[in-house]
T-cell receptor, first 113, second 111 residues
Framework: KAGVTQTPRYLIKTRGQQVTLSCSPI?????VSWYQQTPGQGLQFLFE???????NKGNFPGRFSGRQFSNSRSEMNVSTLELGDSALYLC????????????FGEGSWLTVV | QKEVEQNSGPLSVPEGAIASLNCTYS??????FFWYRQYSGKSPELIMS????GDKEDGRFTAQLNKASQYVSLLIRDSQPSDSATYLC???????????FGTGTRLTVIP
């Protein structure tokens, strides 16, 4: 059974640009969550999508957005990149129930220069 | 104000000893509690989940929850060098799909 797949794994962007990250969940999983991990702030919840609808949202500015497609694949977008957006972005998927285990992908390493 | 607090460590224990990891949380409405392990350069993986007060054991791991004290802990018995990793405590007001993480405790098990 394939795990959570994130692409691209590594990318470098310039300040002011935008970036789109992709996440393919485990087959059958309908919930996709996104997290940002930095050395200073740790793992922070961005948002969660379930059946194409944003179900939960963290405390990030509107530059961070996401969407989910009918096949449960998800994308997140960061516009007007700032140096502080440099981080590991992790996607996690689950069946969607409150007690269902979430499984993380390997992450996308974003460096903003 | 941080929602989930953990000692950043590093915590060093000899092989075979018990490692004790602690976590406190600020929101009394938190309902779900999780411990994740993250090896360097890897993604987090779930070790334990706990939802009600008391202890929950799974192999060498025991999670303890005290909602009155807003405290959750993880004990690792017979620690092995392969347990060396960062341990992340996570809590949620609802379920597993929107977690608040602590910054993690780095554990080193010395052979």
């Amino acid at each position: 059974k394939a795990g959570v797949t994130q692409t691209p794994r590594y990318l470098i962007k310039t300040r002011g640009q935008q970036v789109t990250l992709s996440c393919s969940p485990i087959s059958g999983h309908r919930s996709v969550s996104w997290y940002q991990q930095t050395p200073g702030q740790g793992l922070q919840f961005l948002f969660e999508y379930f059946s194409e609808t944003q179900r939960n949202k963290g405390n990030f500015p509107g530059r961070f957005s996401g969407r989910q497609f009918s096949n449960s694949r998800s994308e997140m977008n960061v516009s007007t990149l700032e140096l502080g957006d440099s981080a590991l972005y992790l996607c996690a998927s689950s069946l969607g129930g409150a007690r269902d285990t979430i499984y993380f992908g390997e992450g996308s390493w974003l460096t903003v220069v | 104000q941080k929602e989930v607090e953990q000692n950043s460590g590093p915590l060093s224990v000899p092989e075979g000893a018990i490692a004790s990891l602690n976590c406190t949380y600020s929101d009394r409405g938190s309902q779900s509690f999780f411990w994740y392990r993250q090896y360097s350069g890897k993604s987090p993986e779930l070790i334990m989940s706990i939802y009600s007060n008391g202890d929950k054991e799974d192999g060498r791991f025991t999670a303890q929850l005290n909602k009155a004290s807003q405290y959750v802990s993880l004990l690792i018995r017979d620690s092995q060098p392969s347990d060396s990793a960062t341990y992340l405590c996570a809590v949620s007001l609802t379920g597993a799909n929107n977690l608040f993480f602590g910054t993690g405790t780095r554990l080193t098990v010395i052979p």
